[in-house]
């Protein structure tokens, strides 16, 4: 009961901060909330360091992008359309990947990213550098104006609520507790008649959809998909966020996304604008080092010590 | 008593034009952002200094237009094509920017004039060089100062096929300008009875430039043509030095900034020739200028700094003109009105946003003709600006 409160709480105040801060600035954190929401859903739940995450996001991105400038099609379904191509594309790293773990997983899923990012480098479609500019945004439904910011946020926000919904519900049912029960013990959940590596496939596939809903939303946002949604740092940017907030908590990559991309957003005008990556990185090492379980983890170990 | 009354009369008047005219500028200030590469391959050419120029022109302005301030604000575009469409966005939506300034990388470029014309608001382009902005990306909000590819093939290219330098090998910086680039100097050289018999694609802010040096050793051509800018100038002729590139073929810098000039090796560069929009050291005019831009910046300007500095008060002076902020009248303004100042030559600024000027063929000094540090070009012939631009499309005839 509390918790529903908590949540409703923080509904409420998703849906009156456009009125407050620039819509397009919210609109961009809660596609990147999204997007670590889904990289969580890996790493914290079926405890799989995924590092080519950036391969969905800039997929989705580019399929939508190209859908919205060449076929005409509404916004939710070059969305649609997007998501599963960048499903499609997991399915396949993830049949590749699951057989590995750790470290070898890690850099199976880096080695495919990789050779994602240079088939769009090279690809005409893309815009290589230049990336693909001037995504109109479209009508949603063929009816709604996008190209009005406070539209757009709404939009953005039920795409988030569906995807933070869906992880949830992923996480809280009998498949995500077989999940759990592979990051805890892999051994044991084979010797109960699991097929774990269908598992991992499958939660990898859902991941890296979810990751490509993020990125084709993105690509609507600011009208533009490029190469910085492809490349390696985007990987490792979802893995921070991650961390700072909390994995293997449902809010923590929320909050996470939150922090960095305000940061960024912040910093990046200001006088400390050329320090930015350094002040990202110090902070880097203070969770590692200080606060091992994020933002969102050391809270709820205080809530627990407290009142729990 | 009457005299006082006329005075009375006439500053109440003057007050009442000076708030009627403060009223025709949007939010009550002139905001112009600046968007440069702060500390990436093309910092020394349109980053910090950009700002500097387009700050000192606002203050040799006066600080105000219609009596209202004006703001300079400024970002780090990174490099990237999608940061920087984000700035801007943000400028126009959350911070009433009226125009913005600056603007090095073409490909960042393109996607911030995307904005700004969705938004009705005006691109002042200085150190891009990429011809879209006036050709097929033309918009009646693109202001494109400096120079741009058509300039540097038409200055750097023609005079060496025309001297008998009939193959060509291309190392290009692997986005918008180095593709416009390639492809505007190719036509060059095969109109001019010359052929392109090869070309090697870097990405942007490469340092290892060595397998693309090979490739143009193994081509067999006459000249080498550098299709980058920036620090990937400095690396790539570096490179080709030391692989004795340079004793075999000639390496033609098509685009070379002062500041890049001045970090490669008197020995390997000396001699060679290429255009650029403006040289600090023309005359007096350029000399008093670039000398107080020095005392500000700590080093003498590139093109893109004096065309930021030109074009913002050229901007201004078209606000005061106009009697307003907005955009369309402004535009008209800067039209109709001929820029001349230390930077613009036989100047005028076209329909198309396109500013035709004088450009400079000149030849990077050898070791023993440089009298210090500073002393880089010498100017081996002025190219009027009809001669070095290509002439406006009717398509993006503006008026």
Redesign the interface.
């Known amino acids: 009961m509390k918790i529903n409160k908590f949540y409703l709480a923080l509904l409420l105040l998703a849906l009156v901060a456009p009125f407050f801060l620039y819509p397009v600035f919210l609109a961009k954190l809660l596609c990147f909330a999204l997007f670590a929401c889904a990289f969580n859903l890996m790493l914290g739940y079926v405890g799989l360091l995924s590092f080519g995450h950036a391969a969905f996001l800039g997929t989705g991105g580019y399929v939508t992008g190209w859908l919205m400038m060449n076929s005409g099609l509404t916004p939710e379904l070059a969305i649609l359309l997007g998501t599963v191509a960048a499903g499609l594309l997991g399915a396949i790293f993830g049949k590749l990947s699951v057989k590995r773990e750790g470290i070898y997983f890690a850099m199976v899923t880096l080695a495919l990213s990789q050779l994602v990012f240079f088939i769009y480098l090279q690809a005409p479609f893309t815009g290589g550098e230049d990336g693909m500019q001037g995504v109109p945004r479209g009508n949603l439904f063929g009816v709604i104006d996008l190209s009005d910011n406070i539209n757009m946020y709404y939009f953005v926000l039920a795409i988030f609520l569906f995807g933070f919904w869906l992880v949830h519900r992923t996480i809280h049912s009998p498949f995500g507790q077989i999940l759990k029960g592979i990051r805890e013990n892999e051994a044991r959940a084979t010797s109960l008649g699991y097929n774990v590596n269908d598992y991992k496939w499958v939660a990898f596939t859902i991941s890296s959809a979810l990751a490509g809903l993020a990125g084709s939303t993105k690509t609507l946002v600011f009208q533009l998909a490029s190469l910085t949604d492809v490349h390696w740092h985007m990987s490792g940017e979802v893995v921070l966020m991650t961390l700072v907030g909390g994995v293997g908590t449902i809010l923590g990559p929320v909050v996470g996304a939150g922090v960095i991309v305000t940061m960024q957003n912040y910093l990046s005008g200001g006088e400390l604008g050329n320090y930015l990556h350094i002040i990202m990185g110090f902070i880097f090492v203070v969770c590692v080092l200080a606060f091992r379980s994020g933002i969102v983890g050391e809270l709820q170990k205080v809530w627990k010590r407290n009142f729990g | 008593m009457k005299m006082m009354k006329k005075t009375l009369l006439a500053a109440s008047v003057a007050a009442f034009a000076s708030t009627a005219a403060m009223a025709n500028v949007t939010d009550g200030k002139v905001k112009i952002g600046v968007l440069a590469d ?2 990436g391959t093309y910092a020394d050419v349109c980053g910090p200094g950009c700002v500097t120029a387009i700050e000192m022109a606002v203050e040799d302005f006066g600080g105000t237009v219609l009596g209202a301030p004006i703001e300079v ?1 400024s ?2 575009d ?1 490099l ?4 920087g ?3 801007v ?2 400028w126009i ?2 911070e009433q920017v009226d125009a913005v300034g600056g603007l090095v990388s ?2 960042v470029t ?2 911030a004039t ?2 700004l014309t969705d938004a009705k608001k005006i691109a002042l382009i200085s150190t891009s060089a990429s011809n879209a902005f006036t050709t097929k990306a033309c918009s009646p909000y693109n202001v494109h100062w400096t120079y741009n590819v058509v300039a540097l093939a038409n200055g750097t290219v023609k005079p060496m096929v025309e001297a008998g330098k009939k193959k060509w090998f291309f190392i290009t910086a ?3 300008f180095g593709h416009a680039l390639e492809g505007v100097a190719s036509k060059v050289i095969n109109e001019n009875g010359g052929e392109v018999v090869g070309a090697a694609r870097a ?2 802010g490469t340092t290892d430039f060595s397998s693309y040096i090979l490739q143009a050793q193994s081509s067999g051509a006459d000249v080498v043509a550098l299709a980058n800018a920036g620090n990937d100038t400095v690396n790539s002729l570096k490179a080709a030095s030391e692989f004795g590139l340079t004793q075999m073929m000639d390496v033609a810098g098509l685009l070379v900034f002062t500041p890049n000039a001045q970090a490669m090796d008197p020995n390997v560069a000396g001699g060679m020739r290429t255009t650029t929009g403006f040289y600090w050291d023309l005359d007096d005019q350029t000399r008093e200028w670039s000398k107080r831009f020095m005392e500000r910046h700590g080093a003498i300007p590139a093109m893109g700094h004096a065309g930021a500095y030109s074009m913002t008060m050229h901007y201004l002076k078209a606000i005061e003109a106009a009697g307003t902020d907005e955009s369309d009248a402004v535009m008209k303004k800067m039209k109709e009105m001929k820029p001349d100042d230390f930077f613009a030559r036989n100047a005028t600024l076209r329909a198309d946003g396109r500013m035709v000027h004088d450009m400079y063929y000149v030849e990077i000094k050898k070791p023993e003709e440089r009298r210090d540090s500073n002393d880089i070009f010498k100017v081996v012939s002025v190219i009027p600006g009809d001669q070095a631009f290509a002439p406006m499309l009717p398509e993006c005839d503006f008026k």
């Open positions: 702060m500390g604000v970002a780090d990174q990237k094509p999608d940061v469409s984000a700035i966005r943000k939506e959350d073409s490909a393109g996607a995307k904005v692997d986005y918008a990405p942007l």
